[in-house]
């Protein structure tokens, strides 16, 4: 079955840092999700990758896939306390299989 | 779009006692997901229906634990002599999966607490 890793597991920046989010799958990725989580609550789609290579932003949010490494990355430039959360990859087949989190503090 | 819609938002039961969750999809969504999450953990696949067919379940999903999607609507997820072990939260997500697949959209969750 499909693992994936997460690093770090969680980080604590100051506000207008940039920080970066790793996820590293067992096997080949052939769609790769992230998603935000505020603690209690439930999962908000961030973005979609489905292409090696591709790279997608949103905002101050920018994730990329990386096929031949089976990894993909998320980048947040000059964070902000709204960004503090958990970050979660994940893996899609029939399903989506997720990693453990990244858990994001921002220091203001 | 109203979004994924869970009911209800917290439940605390004592052992043994039987509990049932509803989760409404987005309306046009074809797939319904069910997962469970325990604190500092990603959430963890349990069950997933394609219209009213229930299509995977997976080990986590003991004989305790029954979900049904009736007419391919709203689902609900049914835990029978809870344990414990139980506790977690129940996230209920969907999707409109044609040609391809597209994100899963989650509801914000029942938080289960068994005493």
């Known amino acids: 079955s499909q693992e994936l890793e997460q690093s770090p597991q969680s980080l604590i920046v100051q506000e207008g840092k940039n920080l970066t989010i790793n996820c590293t799958s067992s096997?080949?990725?052939?769609?790769l999700y992230w998603y935000k989580q505020k603690y209690g609550e439930g999962l908000i789609f961030l973005m979609m990758?489905?292409?090696?290579?591709e790279e997608k932003s949103h905002e101050k949010i920018t994730a990329k896939l990386d096929e031949k490494k089976q990894q993909s990355s998320l980048h947040i430039t000059a964070s902000q306390p709204s960004h503090a959360g958990i970050y979660l990859c994940?893996?899609?087949?029939?399903?989506?299989?997720f990693g453990a989190g990244t858990i994001l503090r921002v220091k203001s | 779009d109203t979004g994924v819609s869970q009911d209800p938002r917290h439940k605390i039961t004592k052992r043994g006692q039987n509990v049932t969750f509803r989760c409404d999809p987005i309306?046009?969504?074809?797939?319904l997901y069910w997962y469970r999450q325990t604190l500092g953990q990603g959430p963890e696949f349990l069950t997933y229906?394609?219209?009213?067919?229930?299509?995977?379940k997976s080990r986590l999903l003991s004989d305790r634990f029954s979900a049904e999607r009736p007419k391919g609507s709203f689902s609900t997820l049914e835990i029978q002599r809870t344990e414990q072990g139980d506790s977690a939260m129940y996230l209920c997500?969907?999707?409109?999966?044609?040609?391809?697949?597209?994100?899963?959209?989650f509801g914000n969750g029942t938080r289960l607490t068994v005493t």
């Open positions: 096997k080949t990725l052939y769609g």
């Open positions: 309306s046009e969504h074809n797939r």
């Open positions: 990758l489905q292409k090696g290579g």
């Open positions: 997500a969907s999707s409109l999966d044609r040609t391809g697949y597209s994100p899963l959209h």
């Open positions: 229906f394609q219209n009213e067919a229930q299509l995977e």
């Open positions: 994940g893996a899609r087949g029939n399903k989506l299989v």
